[in-house]
């Protein structure tokens, strides 16, 4: 039997790469999103795009009709959480509400590392995106469905992100091990857990195999995608020279300061056992982008 997913959030960039590996895979993909113009020329053929606003409940309910497994893939770039609406939070509470009267079977969530091992917080610092979050996980848990979270380190695929002017930019002293991860390995969890009853109700670690230094991955990466590019690093005190809208530099500020002190450590054992081990490098995700 073919299977199925509904995404909401697909044409983010972790989320479009992640959709073309199912497709890949013979996944059947509906893409919830605002602009049906916008994703079916951004998403494969094969995906099927529907209308719906997360703000908006009753479009939410005509999208999820007939979905059984829904995936979310949505961001939070607020520090503030006393708005009135954020996207996983509310957001994500509309969507629970409009699963439930569709009788979804199982919503996946994919979220940071963070969120589920704070001991990896060498000086204690919280990731205040967090606080934001996790009510909306909450009411995931405290719905009835069937739930898996996906708790990603660091992505690789942000990697090109970071080259600007012919020099790929760190901001920060980032000495821990980062086990980082990529959209090619999380599409084949996410595929191994459609239909799974072993992934139900359960929070998984998503992680690479090597723990290593940003300075050291970024290494990496550009002697196979961009052997010319040199590596430049700026301290965080540097952001607010950086030209960033106020705002924008106050959650770089904060991010980067949280992720310096994140001395990650191996905890993904029981996500190879049930969804599959990761089988992409550094080196070999890189070579993947300059094909």
């Known amino acids: 039997m073919q299977k199925s997913i509904t995404v909401i959030g697909a044409t983010g960039n972790l989320a479009q790469p992640v959709i073309k590996n199912l497709v890949a895979k013979g996944v059947q993909v509906t893409a919830v999103v605002r602009d049906v113009q916008k994703a079916k020329a951004a998403l494969p053929e094969e995906v099927t795009c529907v209308y719906a606003d997360v703000s908006d409940l009753d479009s939410l309910k005509d999208a999820l009709k007939g979905a059984d497994t829904v995936y979310i893939s949505l961001n939070t770039t607020s520090l503030d959480p006393s708005l009135s609406f954020h996207t996983e939070r509310e957001g994500v509470i509309n969507i629970v509400d409009a699963a439930k009267e569709n009788r ?6 994919i979220v940071g590392i963070d969120s589920l091992h704070e001991e990896f917080a060498a000086k204690g610092l919280i990731y205040k995106t967090n ?25 690789l695929d942000s990697f090109p992100v970071f080259i600007q002017e ?45 723990g290593i230094s940003f300075p050291e991955a970024a290494r990496k990466f550009l002697d196979v995608f961009s052997p010319e590019t040199q590596i430049a690093t700026y301290p965080i005190t540097a952001i607010p020279e950086m030209g960033f809208p106020a705002e924008e530099a106050e959650f770089m500020e904060h991010l980067l300061t949280y992720f310096e002190q994140l001395n990650e450590q191996p905890v993904s054992e ?22």
């Open 131 to 155: 606080l934001i979050r996790l009510p909306g996980m909450d009411y995931i848990k405290k719905s009835g469905i069937n739930y898996t979270f996906f708790h990603c380190s660091f992505f």
């Open 104 to 109: 979804v079977k199982h919503i996946m969530q």
């Open 270 to 291: 029981q996500t190879w056992q049930i969804l599959g081990e990761p089988t992409t490098t550094i080196e070999s995700f890189a070579k993947s982008l300059v094909r």
């Open 166 to 210: 012919g020099q790929f930019g760190i901001i920060g002293d980032h000495t821990y091990p980062i086990y980082y991860t990529n959209t090619t390995d999380l599409a084949i969890n996410i595929y191994n857990a459609i239909g799974n009853n072993k992934a139900y109700n359960q929070a998984f670690s998503v992680q690479g195999k090597e």
